[in-house]
């Protein structure tokens, strides 16, 4: 079914005032001079339906917003959207059906985007991509939008002695060839989807490739170990390491009770013994410390009977030595008479000797006695430090037999099984050290292998979903061949019909979906820019229209929006003429439809034009537009010399 | 002493005390006999000009006699280790322990005895005046003081005493009683910065 696609009026809020076109004829002309103001309406009217449109001077001062009345499917939407670029990504939703204000809707990816709304009133899913058909292609394409269906709708003025639908833009190739197949039904949301599910498992097998192929490089630059050995060596290394730690636990329980009674006994007995010597040392010392007292004690009282030695010696060798002078005045004393028994000197009597004696035998003896005490406490403590000497080197020899003795039997006991402990240990780390190197080989092991898993398994993904892409095209060939048929058919007529100087032969390629002229593919025929392009694309456009509105599943919208084609067939009466004729039996179409009860959607077809073929008038809606009257006349014309054309 | 006849009674006589003097006349004649080895040992020498010069020598001589440890320091030509010294590790740990301690007078050591103790050496005929330089008193020994220095040397009791009579005297000669006072307080410094009559320990 040709989807119903009407612009029912475009409103232009202006600074000065409100301008409003309707357009309810199936076949409207916007005629007027060059410069008046029509390609601006045409693409204000682009704008309005959410495009990226060439805005005039004359709109960017003056007109504040653009109101698109359209007819969409079943749905009847106005659309509002604003000139000011701050503003103009969002537009005004009202749904006309419902007459009720929808939510604004955004130009751009945010939600809810107009070009959902707008796609979806005209029966289209909005989530289909255009993925490139090369093999090389690994993207899953752009993602079709409401405005390029509309590049089908709308031939501007710089276009239509050009390219069609931008076919000479090669990065939009995949796009323009996805709208016309999803147009025409030669493709759905399924293939569509098929074919970039492909092209994404492409990028995905490449992706698992390269990294499958770096891993492998490394893995074999690296010398790595082979994964069978690296997993043996792994079993091995756990076995090592289950049997040492069972070896190192029954070592463990035979080493605790290591320590027996004996050794504990022997130990308490080193204890004992090293205090022994420990107590005997600190004895000797302080006994050799109260030896040296008794030594210098002895001395003194030696030196003291020494001193009385002395002093009696002296006493007792001058005791018989008489004065022979008086020590007082010198003289002498040989003559003098002295009494027996008195001093020579003071002629006293001499003391009597046993006196001197008997003390000095008391005072001797007291210092005999106390000598002898000394001496004798001296001898003790010479004694004890001897015996006790002797006890220290005995407990000293003790300490030498009992540490070795516990020693012998520590290493008899413990050293061994400490070695293999430390043995065991070391064997334990060993292994475990080695499970984790082969167990990071094996996962790198792994991870080629995960990687080369992927790719394989992408590989067969990508195979069924290109069987299903085949299946699904399959199913559609028919429809194809049956679409081709009719379009070649229908385009030779049209171009036959309008008698274009120069073309002897015209078809619609079926790989392209371009037109193929005298036997040359669109991009290559030339020379472009002539009244021979414009023809033979607007013969392009009215087959496009014809074929569609022939078979009903298409989903082709039935309009078309044309910019000036009468001026770019330079003029050629007979040509335009033809043109025309063409573009009206289209919209005649309708009422034939209508007459003989058949269902299908009303061509809207709206050209801008320089001026009319007279013969037509009668069979058109036309406005006609002047520098007095131009298409924004709230804004007066500021004159054809300061006109700057759009697209020129 | 005669002890062989009786006593006869003496118009002088007293009643004997035996024991009052008895030490203190035995310590007198410790006393000579000690100043007699000094005596003998530097008249016997030409660096002393063959006397002993003076009671200030005689002083200082006798109180590095008293205190043989200390001798080294006071006289350059003494070494410790001179055998004559005889000096044992105690006495050169603490110089100052003797068996006959000084006084500290004010000028140096000195001993109050000094002149009963040479009174009682002249007198008994083991020394002698003689002249000494700028008038003052020398003293030197007699034949008989000799003969008794000798037998004192020969016995346990002084042979010590006079080797170290003799080596004191040799590392002495040349030098005066003012010289001997000088190095005295000059090297001893410390044991001569005390209070006057104070021991010398």
């Known amino acids: 079914m040709t989807t119903t696609f009407r612009l029912d009026a475009v409103t232009l809020q202006t ?33 309005g339906y959410g495009g990226e449109a060439e805005i005039a001077e004359v709109a960017r001062d003056y007109v504040v917003e653009v109101r698109i009345d359209t007819t969409l499917g079943d749905s009847r939407f106005r659309l509002a959207r604003t000139i000011d670029p701050s503003k103009r990504k969002t537009v005004r939703v009202i749904d006309l059906v419902a007459r009720e204000r929808l939510a604004d809707h955004y130009t751009t990816n945010a939600e809810p985007r107009l070009s959902s709304l707008l796609l979806s009133a005209l029966g289209l899913p909005d989530d289909m991509r255009a993925p490139s058909r090369t093999n090389v292609s690994r993207n899953t394409g752009s993602r079709i939008s409401f405005i390029d269906i509309f590049g089908f709708l709308y031939v501007p003025q710089r276009e239509i002695n050009r390219d069609i639908a931008h076919s000479d833009e090669s990065v939009r190739e995949p796009k323009r060839k996805a709208v016309f197949e999803l147009l025409f039904g030669l493709t759905d949301a399924d293939t569509l989807n098929q074919r970039s599910l492909i092209n994404e498992l492409q990028g995905k097998i490449d992706t698992a490739e390269i990294e499958a192929r770096n891993v492998a490089g490394f893995l074999a630059s690296s010398n790595t170990t082979t994964q069978e050995n690296a997993h043996s060596l792994v079993q091995e ?18 080493l605790d009770p290591v320590e027996d009674r004996k050794t504990s006994v022997l130990r308490d007995l080193l204890a004992d013994t090293e205090r022994t010597v420990a107590d005997c040392r600190s004895q000797v010392v302080a006994l050799q410390r109260r030896e040296r007292e008794y030594r210098v004690e002895l001395q003194q009282v030696q030196d003291d009977l020494d001193r009385l030695s002395r002093i009696s010696d002296a006493g007792h060798r001058l005791a018989d030595i008489e004065f022979e002078v008086c020590p ?20 006293q009597p001499d003391p009597a000797p046993a006196g001197t004696a008997e003390f000095d035998q008391y005072e001797s003896k007291q210092l005999r006695d106390q000598f002898n005490e000394i001496e004798s406490q001296l001898h003790a403590a010479s004694s004890q430090i001897e015996e006790t000497s002797n006890t220290e080197a005995t407990a000293v020899r003790r300490v030498a037999e009992l540490t070795a003795l516990i020693e012998s039997r520590t290493r008899e006991r413990i050293t061994p099984r400490l070695q293999a402990f430390a043995d065991l240990s070391e064997r334990l780390a060993e292994a475990r050290s080695l499970q984790r190197e082969m167990e990071g080989t094996l996962r790198q092991w792994d991870r080629l292998q995960d990687l080369e898993l992927a790719a394989r398994e992408l590989r067969s993904e990508r195979e069924n979903a290109k069987a299903e892409l085949q299946r699904l095209e399959e199913a559609l060939e028919e429809r194809r061949e049956q679409i081709f048929s009719d379009l070649n058919e229908e385009y030779g007529h049209t171009i036959s019909l309008l008698g274009v100087p120069g073309i002897t032969s015209a078809s619609i390629d079926s790989r392209t979906y ?8 669109w991009r290559k025929h030339g020379p472009r820019g ?51 004729r063409r573009l009206v039996a289209l919209a005649d179409t309708n009422r034939e439809f209508s007459r003989i009860g058949v269902n299908r959607a009303k061509i809207q077809i709206i050209i801008a034009d320089n001026s009319l073929p007279t013969a037509y008038r009668s069979d058109y809606a036309q406005v006609d537009f002047s520098i007095e009257n131009p298409t924004v006349p709230t804004i007066r014309h500021p004159g054809p010399a300061k006109v700057k054309l759009l697209g020129s | 002493m005669n002890n062989e006849a009786a006593p006869e009674p003496n118009k002088y006589a007293r009643t004997p005390q035996p024991d009052k003097y008895a030490l203190l006349r035995e310590d007198l004649a410790y006393h000579q006999a000690r100043v007699l080895l000094l005596i003998t040992a530097v008249s016997a020498l030409r660096g002393h000009q063959g006397k002993l010069d003076g009671l200030t020598k005689l002083a200082k001589l006798d109180f590095l006699l008293r205190y043989p440890a200390l ?20 006495d050169l740990a603490e110089p100052t322990s003797v068996e006959a301690p000084m006084i500290r007078y004010k000028f140096g050591p000195w001993d109050d005895r000094y002149y009963p103790m040479i009174g009682a050496l002249v007198g008994r005929g083991l020394v002698r005046y003689a002249r000494g330089r700028r008038g003052s008193v020398a003293l030197v020994s007699t034949p008989a003081g000799k003969r008794l220095t000798a037998e004192m040397s020969s016995s346990n009791e002084w042979r010590i005493m006079a080797s170290r009579s003799r080596a004191i005297a040799d590392a002495s000669a040349g030098l005066t009683g003012s010289n001997l006072k000088d190095l005295i307080y000059q090297r001893l410094a410390g044991l001569m910065d005390r209070p006057h009559r104070q021991v010398i320990r």
Not at chain 1, 237 to 254: C, F, G, M, Q
Not at chain 1, 550 to 559: D, G, Q, R, V
Not at chain 2, 71 to 90: E, I, S
């Open chain 1, 15 to 47: 600074t000065e005032g409100e301008v409003r076109y309707t357009f309810p004829s199936d076949l409207s002309v916007l005629a007027g001079p060059t410069g008046v103001g029509k390609t601006t309406l045409l693409e204000l009217v682009k704008f």
């Open chain 1, 237 to 254: 290394a756990r076995s090592v390491e289950a049997k040492t730690k069972v070896r190192i636990t029954e070592l463990r329980a035979a």
């Open chain 1, 328 to 347: 007082r005045c010198v003289q002498s004393l040989a003559t003098r008479e002295v009494p027996t028994g008195a001093c020579r000197v003071c002629l």
């Open chain 1, 514 to 521: 371009l037109p193929v002229i005298n036997g040359t593919p």
């Open chain 1, 530 to 580: 002539g009244g021979i392009t414009t023809a033979a694309q607007t013969a392009y456009w009215a087959t496009l229209l014809a074929v569609a509105q022939k078979h009903s599943w298409t989903h082709y919208p039935a309009f078309l929006l044309v910019d000036s084609p009468r001026q770019s067939v330079n003029d050629s009466e007979a040509l335009s003429q033809a043109l025309y």
């Open chain 2, 71 to 90: 001798a080294h320091l006071v006289l350059d030509d003494l070494d410790p280790n001179d055998r004559r010294l005889n000096l044992t590790r105690r």
